[in-house]
């Protein structure tokens, strides 16, 4: 919802576990997302060993990665970026806050693929 608030043009794929994002991405090799976001703390299978699997998958290389949570361990926000995610995303209290976050990452991408 705070992307399409973000930008209501967006177009969003929604998965509710890592595995269930692999499957996406693996279920048509056509599809390259704009970005890609991770939640760190899905069922089944952590923020880190998703972003692991999809660094895994050549046509994706490219595709900025963005993790997620409540808490930002310094250990964890260093391991994921070493592990090829473009930033770390503390998950803020308010959705007005959350859209304002999502607001800048989708401006800064825009900026790029012009």
Do not use: W
Request: neutral net charge.
């Amino acid at each position: 919802m705070a992307l399409q608030q973000a930008d209501p043009h967006i177009q969003c794929a929604f998965v509710n576990n890592g595995p269930g994002a692999l499957h996406k991405l693996n279920a048509d090799l056509s599809f390259i997302p704009s970005l890609i976001f991770i939640d760190m703390n899905m069922p089944l299978m952590n923020g880190t060993q998703c972003l692991e699997e999809i660094k895994k998958l050549p046509r994706l290389s490219k595709v900025p990665v963005y993790i997620y949570s409540t808490a930002a361990d310094p250990l964890t926000v260093a391991q994921v970026k070493q592990m090829g995610a473009t930033d770390f995303i503390v998950k803020p209290v308010s959705f007005k806050e959350l859209t304002e976050i999502l607001s800048r990452i989708l401006h800064h991408h825009k900026s790029f693929s012009l």
